[in-house]
C-alpha cells in the first residue's frame, strides 16, 4: 500500500515537473545523444562532480555554467517540488548510464534530466561563489602581507624622516630672530639663513619630493590600514568578477540593498576607463512637484568599514569614487 502511494506521488511529481519543462523537452533529449566527433554525451558532462573550485578553473566552470544556463531557467522547472525530491531525482539519474536513462519512459524519463540540470545549474553557481569568496580573501591576505612587508621596510625611512625634521627644528631654533633682532633689520636675514640652511638639510637628505613621497606612504598604511593594497592584486581580477556578478543572481537577505546597490553602480560603470566615478547611481537633482529640485539619491556606503570607505572614496573630490 505505501509503495504503490509512493509511486502515485512521485508520478504526480514527474508530471508537474514534466509540465514545467514542455518547451524544453527536445534539448534535455538532446542530453542523452553523443555529438559527432565526442566520446561523451552532454549527460556525462553534466552529471559528473564538479572539481575543486579553483581560480585557475574559472574558463571550465564557466563552460559549464554556459551548458546547463542553454537549457533555460531550470529552478523554474522543479519549482514547488520538495528540494530533497529533486536531489533525490538527480542523484538516481547521475548512478545511471545513457542506456540506461533511455529505457526509462516517459515523463520519469524527462523528469529525471530536469533534476539533474537543476542541480547542475544549483551546484556550478555554488562552485563560482566558493571562486569569488577564496580569492577576495586571498587579496586580502596578500594586501595585509605587503602592509607587513612595507612597514618593516618604511621602519628605517622613518627613522631618516625623524633625524631630518630634528635637524630642520636645530636649524629653525639657532636661527630664530629675537625682539631687537627684528628691529634692526638682521631678523630677516636670520630667517633668510634659517631657509637657506634647512634647504641644505632636506636636500641632504635626499630632496623634497623624495620626502615627500616617504611621508605619503607612510601615512597611507598609518594605523595597519591594508585596504588601498588590495587594488593592486585584484586589477588583474576585474574583468572576471564582473563576469561572475554577471552570472550569478544576487539577492538581499534583508531590506537593505545597499550593497546590492552599490554592486549595481559598479556593474553599470565597468567599461569606463576614468578614474573616478560619482557616488550617485540615480538620475541627476530632478525639479519635484513643488518645483524645487530634489537631490540625486547617494549609495549608502555605511555597509563598509570606514578604512575602506576611506579607500574608495577620492580624498581631493568629494561625492566621488575611485
Known amino acids: 500500500m505505501a509503495a504503490s502511494v509512493r509511486t502515485r506521488v512521485e508520478g504526480e511529481i514527474f508530471?508537474?515537473?514534466?509540465?514545467?519543462?514542455?518547451?524544453?523537452?527536445?534539448?534535455?533529449?538532446?542530453?542523452?545523444?553523443?555529438?559527432?566527433?565526442?566520446?561523451?554525451?552532454?549527460?556525462?558532462?553534466?552529471?559528473?562532480?564538479?572539481?575543486r573550485a579553483t581560480w585557475s578553473r574559472f574558463r571550465q566552470h564557466g563552460e559549464?555554467?554556459?551548458?546547463?544556463?542553454?537549457?533555460?531557467?531550470?529552478?523554474?522547472?522543479?519549482?514547488?517540488?520538495?528540494?530533497?525530491?529533486?536531489?533525490?531525482?538527480?542523484?538516481?539519474?547521475?548512478?545511471?548510464?545513457?542506456?540506461?536513462?533511455?529505457?526509462?519512459?516517459?515523463?520519469?524519463?524527462?523528469?529525471?534530466?530536469?533534476?539533474?540540470?537543476?542541480?547542475?545549474?544549483?551546484?556550478v553557481r555554488d562552485e563560482f561563489v566558493v571562486m569569488l569568496s577564496k580569492r577576495m580573501a586571498r587579496h586580502a591576505k596578500r594586501a595585509q602581507e605587503?602592509?607587513?612587508?612595507?612597514?618593516?621596510?618604511?621602519?628605517?625611512?622613518?627613522?631618516?624622516?625623524?633625524?631630518?625634521?630634528?635637524?630642520?627644528?636645530?636649524?629653525?631654533?639657532?636661527?630664530?630672530?629675537?625682539?631687537?633682532?627684528?628691529l634692526s633689520g638682521q631678523g630677516s636675514l636670520d630667517e633668510a639663513l634659517a631657509v637657506k640652511r634647512v634647504r641644505e638639510v632636506v636636500e641632504g637628505s635626499g630632496g623634497f619630493?623624495?620626502?615627500?613621497?616617504?611621508?605619503?606612504?607612510?601615512?597611507?598604511?598609518r594605523g595597519g590600514n591594508w585596504t588601498p593594497l588590495v587594488e593592486r592584486f585584484f586589477r588583474p581580477d576585474r574583468p572576471t568578477m564582473f563576469k561572475l556578478a554577471q552570472i550569478l543572481t544576487f539577492v538581499p537577505t534583508s531590506?537593505?540593498?545597499?550593497?546590492?546597490?552599490?554592486?549595481?553602480?559598479?556593474?553599470?560603470?565597468?567599461?569606463?576607463?576614468?578614474?573616478?566615478?560619482?557616488?550617485?547611481?540615480?538620475?541627476?537633482?530632478?525639479?519635484?512637484?513643488?518645483?524645487?529640485l530634489v537631490p540625486p539619491q547617494v549609495l549608502d556606503l555605511s555597509f563598509a568599514s570606514q578604512q575602506w570607505r576611506t579607500t574608495v572614496y577620492a580624498k581631493d573630490q568629494p561625492g566621488m569614487l575611485v
Open 146 to 182: 605587503e602592509l607587513a612587508d612595507l612597514e618593516q621596510r618604511h621602519k628605517a625611512s622613518t627613522e631618516q624622516l625623524l633625524v631630518s625634521y630634528k635637524n630642520v627644528l636645530t636649524v629653525l631654533k639657532e636661527h630664530s630672530p629675537d625682539e631687537r633682532a627684528s
Open 255 to 292: 531590506r537593505d540593498r545597499s550593497v546590492l546597490d552599490a554592486l549595481e553602480h559598479a556593474v553599470a560603470n565597468r567599461h569606463l576607463t576614468r578614474d573616478l566615478i560619482p557616488d550617485t547611481p540615480r538620475a541627476p537633482a530632478a525639479a519635484a512637484d513643488d518645483g524645487d
Open 64 to 123: 559549464r555554467v554556459d551548458l546547463v544556463d542553454g537549457f533555460g531557467d531550470a529552478a523554474r522547472w522543479v519549482e514547488g517540488v520538495a528540494a530533497a525530491k529533486v536531489s533525490a531525482f538527480a542523484e538516481q539519474a547521475r548512478v545511471l548510464s545513457v542506456g540506461e536513462m533511455l529505457d526509462i519512459s516517459e515523463p520519469r524519463r524527462t523528469a529525471l534530466l530536469a533534476c539533474v540540470v537543476a542541480k547542475a545549474r544549483a551546484r
Open 15 to 51: 508530471a508537474r515537473i514534466t509540465e514545467g519543462v514542455a518547451t524544453a523537452r527536445p534539448r534535455l533529449a538532446g542530453l542523452l545523444l553523443v555529438p559527432d566527433g565526442e566520446r561523451r554525451s552532454p549527460f556525462d558532462v553534466i552529471k559528473e562532480p564538479g572539481r
Open 209 to 221: 619630493d623624495a620626502q615627500l613621497a616617504e611621508i605619503e606612504a607612510l601615512s597611507a598604511y
